[in-house]
Each structure stands twice: as structure tokens, then as C-alpha cells.
């Protein structure tokens, strides 16, 4: 972290002087490049591919793109966090040499498609920084973007099935041969930015506190309303995209939203519970829904879930130290480049691999978290603090379904998996965290202090002589 030097007096105020750390942040980002260049040779000579100089090329290019985004954040947020971008640098170059691993072995062309996604969020990334110049400025637009999220999140389940259905989960917005993009993806940033600013402003009608039962301080049923309005709304979605992993993404940012603005882990208990209910209500009517939770409770033996026990079988064979990067078989699992790109991971990566993977995403949370306290604004902290912790919150959902502690979800890990909509939504998300990051590490100007004026009481009297 940066350390405060000295203040300069010129004027009436300075502005301390802060190292910004931007030479660190190239230096990991190198770091990050040779890593997975380095991957990427371990996969070509695990396939027994000849090593070409081309490969230094891709290292070289994926470099330049970083370096480019590098140059956007010096320029734009030059006291942004320097660990963010190093962290999504390598966490997305691993998703993408596995990405390519998967293309190897079943002759397709997916990382060459991830990497056009890249240099398209990257692109978006910079915009972001460059155009929104004070992160509060999006509070004045929170009705708008909340009306927009909400429109944006349930659209795919109110449209025919033949226009948003894949693999049974209405999630999507097919454009024929243009491809199709997952607009929960850009919701949850937009709902964001609606509940932050809700929060602030309505603060006071979630900290009243009402009768006490066991000892707790229960809320006055008549400031229950905006929760129940938000679990009506996330429930009635999940059941209309016959999909629970982005009702459970939605609900639980509300519930962290509103832990971090009222500190009482009462709404937190209240929330959980009434999530539960509205589970096992979509459970009775969801077929889809059915269909995973059967397969969670059954994953060797059920009829539902072939992928999930393919799955297990590749991340038990995988064992503490993995087979090596292009040793294994994680092309048998469908969907192993998107969905099930965590247990491709853990298969060849082994627990150990694994487990470096979730630190590096609980690095980028914490860092995340770190400037949501720093910053000096309550809709900041509250911004900051639902997009650091969306991060954690979608890689518990993946990485618990995959593992069979909770059924599986249609959600796919942030930066590591294959996926257009969700590389552009999660490089805006980072985008605005590092801008939050800006804020709160950016000094303040020093105001120098004006001379205090003697009250009149103490002013001596002075003798005046007469003009002669």
C-alpha cells in the first residue's frame, strides 16, 4: 500500500503526495503473462505439440492487451488498486489456456473466440474508466438503473422459449447467428447500483428496531415490504427462467447490501429464510428445478445427473496434485469449458491448484472490500462492498454446484469460463471497483489554515492623534 508523504503548502492548499504504485501493478501483470505463457507451454507439450516461436506471440499480444488496460488505468485511475488487474490478468489467462486445452482435445475453436470477448471487454473496460469520472454520479441515475436491471433480468423468461431457452434454463437472448448474450449478467451491476443508493437514502427504515423475541431485536413488520418485494421479485423470476442460481446471485447481494448498511445479521437470517421457502416452492413447480435438486441429492446413481458425476469422477482422479495441465480428460464433461470449467481446473490442477484459484478470487474480493471501507462516501461503501462481494458469492454458487454441495446453477465462474456476456458484464464490474479503489486511495487536498482573527473583546486600543 501507498504511504502518505509530505504535504506541500504552496497555496492555500497542497495535495499530499502518494506513491500510486502503477509501476507495481506492470511489474504483476509481466509476472502474470509469463505464468501463463508458461501454461500454455506445459498444455502443447502434455499434447505432444511442438513448441513454435507463435506461442511467444500469443504471450506477447496477451501482454499488449493488459498493457493497454495497464495505460487506461494510469491514466484515468492512476490511484487505483495495484493488485486488481494483475489478479483478473491471471485468472482469465488461466480460464483461457484450459479454454484452449478443451479446443485440443475436441478439435473446436472456443479460445480463439474468448480472446476476440477479451479485447472487446477490455475495450469497455477503458470506456468505463474514461467516462464515468466520479463513481457517485451514478446515484443519480439509480431509478433508471434499477428499472432497466429489473427489465433486463426477467426479459429472458418472459420471451418464447425458442428465442431464450438453452439446455432448459431461459437465460439467454438468442440473435441467430450473432450469437446470444445473458443479460443477468449486466443486471446484477445495474440492480447494484438501484439498491446502494435505495439504502442510503432509506437507511433509517432498516436500522428501527422493533419488538425483541429470544433476546433479538426483530424489524417492524411495516418496513419488511422492501424485502419481500425483492424476494417476490427473485423468486418469481427463478421460476419463470426455471433457474435458481440467479435468483439466489440476486437475493443474496440484496441481503449483503443491507448487512453492510444496517450491521444487524437479523435481515440476513430473515432473507435466508424466506429464500428457503421460496426454494421449495420452485421446487414444487419447476420441473427443470426438480431435475437438479434430484441429481444434487443423487449425483453417482441419479438419473439426472450425468454431468455433476462426470464431474466428480474428474475432480476425485484429479486427487491433491492434479494429472499436470493437459494430462487429464475434462473434455468428457459437458460443457467443460463454461459451466464445469472449475472441475477441469481441479482435475489437472489438483486441490492444491484449486485452492490457489479461489485465494487469487478471495484476494480480489478483499482488495475490493479494502477500498469499499476506504472510501469516504456511504453509496461508495455500499457499491463497492455489493461488487466485491457478487465476486465471492457467484464462484460459491459454481463451485458449490460442481461439487455437489448445492444443486447445480446456470451461473459460470467469473473470468475463468468461456462466455461473451460474462467477460464484458465482470470487466465492468472490475472497471468500477478500481474507480471506487481511485477514490479511495486518491489524497486530499491539504487546506492550509487562515489566521484566526482576535475576538473584538481582546482587541487593544489603539490612540489615534488628532490631525493639526
Known amino acids: 500500500m501507498s504511504q502518505p508523504g509530505t504535504s506541500e503548502g504552496t497555496g492555500s492548499s497542497a495535495v499530499q503526495q502518494v506513491n500510486t504504485r502503477r509501476g507495481t501493478e506492470l511489474v504483476l501483470l509481466v509476472i502474470s503473462v509469463v505464468i501463463v505463457t508458461f501454461a500454455m507451454m506445459l ?9 513454435t516461436r507463435q506461442l511467444f506471440y500469443y504471450g506477447a499480444a496477451y501482454l499488449a492487451l493488459f498493457g493497454a488496460a495497464h495505460f487506461a488505468v494510469r491514466k484515468w485511475a492512476p490511484y487505483a488498486d495495484p493488485l486488481m488487474l494483475p489478479l483478473v490478468a491471471l485468472l482469465n489467462g488461466l480460464g483461457l489456456v484450459m479454454i484452449h486445452r478443451i479446443d485440443i482435445a475436441k478439435d473446436t475453436e472456443y479460445a480463439v473466440r474468448q480472446i476476440a470477448w477479451l479485447a472487446l471487454s477490455l475495450v469497455l473496460f477503458a470506456l468505463v474508466l474514461a467516462f464515468i469520472k466520479d463513481h457517485r454520479t451514478l446515484a443519480k441515475y439509480s431509478f433508471t438503473c434499477g428499472f432497466v436491471g429489473l427489465v433486463l433480468l426477467a426479459l429472458p423468461g418472459l420471451l418464447p422459449s425458442a428465442i431464450s431457452e438453452v439446455n432448459g434454463a431461459k437465460l439467454w437472448i438468442k440473435f441467430g447467428p450473432l450469437g446470444q448474450v445473458q443479460p443477468s449478467e449486466f443486471a446484477k451491476i445495474l440492480l447494484m447500483i438501484f439498491f446502494a443508493s435505495f439504502l442510503v437514502s432509506k437507511r433509517e427504515l432498516f436500522t428501527t428496531a422493533g419488538r425483541k423475541f429470544l433476546n433479538v431485536e426483530l424489524p417492524r413488520p411495516r418496513d419488511l415490504m422492501p424485502m419481500l418485494v425483492a424476494w417476490a421479485a427473485a423468486i418469481g423470476i427463478g421460476v419463470l427462467e426455471k433457474d435458481l442460481g440467479t435468483s439466489l446471485l440476486f437475493f443474496g447481494i440484496v441481503l449483503v447490501m443491507l448487512y453492510i448498511a444496517t450491521e444487524r445479521a437479523i435481515w440476513v437470517v430473515l432473507g435466508l429464510s424466506l429464500f428457503a421457502v421460496g426454494a421449495f416452492l420452485a421446487f414444487q413447480t419447476v420441473s427443470r428445478v426438480q431435475q437438479r435438486v434430484n441429481g444434487w441429492l443423487d449425483p453417482v446413481y441419479g438419473d439426472d445427473a450425468y454431468q455433476l458425476k462426470q464431474a466428480l469422477y474428474g475432480l476425485g482422479s484429479g486427487g491433491i496434485g492434479g494429472s499436470g495441465l493437459g494430462n487429464g480428460s475434462p473434455e468428457t464433461v459437458p460443457y467443460a469449458n463454461s459451466d464445469f470449467i472449475v472441475t477441469s481446473m481441479g482435475e489437472e490442477l489438483g486441490l492444491v491448484g484449486l485452492i490457489a484459484i479461489f485465494m487469487m478470487y478471495l484476494l480480489l474480493m478483499m482488495r475490493g472490500l479494502r477500498s469499499a471501507l476506504a ?36 451461473l459460470t465462474a467469473p473470468f475463468l469460463a468461456y462466455g461473451g456476456s460474462s467477460l464484458l458484464a465482470n470487466y465492468i464490474l472490475i472497471a468500477m471497483l478500481l474507480r471506487i479503489s481511485d477514490a479511495a486511495r486518491r489524497p486530499q487536498p491539504t487546506v492550509k489554515p487562515k489566521p484566526q482573527q482576535a475576538p473584538i473583546a481582546e482587541a487593544h486600543t489603539e490612540l489615534v492623534e488628532r490631525p493639526r
Open 375 to 410: 472510501v469516504r462516501d456511504s453509496f461508495g461503501k455500499l457499491f463497492g462492498g455489493g461488487l466485491s462481494f457478487t465476486i465471492a458469492l457467484q464462484l460459491f454458487v459454481v463451485a458449490g454446484g460442481v461439487t455437489a454441495l448445492i444443486p447445480l446453477t446456470g
Open 43 to 51: 498444455v502443447e507439450i502434455s499434447q505432444e505439440n511442438t513448441v
